[in-house]
């Protein structure tokens, strides 16, 4: 019923930057926290951002002055704008909401994850 995507990864250079965004289709009642997280080969996955429906935002310390969670209720959509970016940077971006759904009558919450999206940076 729904689902996340993302997109705006890519190859970019260190010093560079993307803005990778996600959105939410489907039948949606409402989305409350929605972040980031990323993982690089042979490393866990580990959050970047996360941002309330009213806005609050929290980052992680190695992103922090660096990149900027958002997010437009209105779309359904969360942006992570990613400045400065360095080669540590580089993983599989991730994508996640806590996503409550209306289905048959039933309201359901959960927690969705897209498929990913590849950032690169070169040195």
């Known amino acids: 019923q729904v689902q996340l995507v993302e997109s705006g990864g890519g190859l970019v250079q260190a010093g560079g930057s993307l803005r990778l965004s996600c959105a939410a289709s489907g039948v949606i009642s409402r989305i409350n926290t929605m972040g980031w997280y990323r993982q690089a080969p042979g490393k866990q996955r580990e959050p970047v951002a996360g941002?309330?429906?009213?806005?609050?935002?929290n980052y992680a310390d190695f992103v922090k002055g660096r990149f900027t969670i958002s997010r437009d209720n209105a779309k359904n959509t969360v942006y992570l704008q990613m400045d400065s970016l360095v080669p540590e940077d580089s993983a599989v971006y991730y994508c996640?909401?806590?996503?409550?759904?209306?289905?048959?009558?039933?309201?359901?919450?959960?927690?969705?994850w897209g498929q990913g999206t590849q950032v690169t940076v070169s040195s």
């Open positions: 996640n909401g806590d996503v409550v759904t209306f289905y048959r009558g039933a309201f359901t919450r959960n927690d969705l």
């Open positions: 941002i309330t429906r009213g806005g609050e935002t």
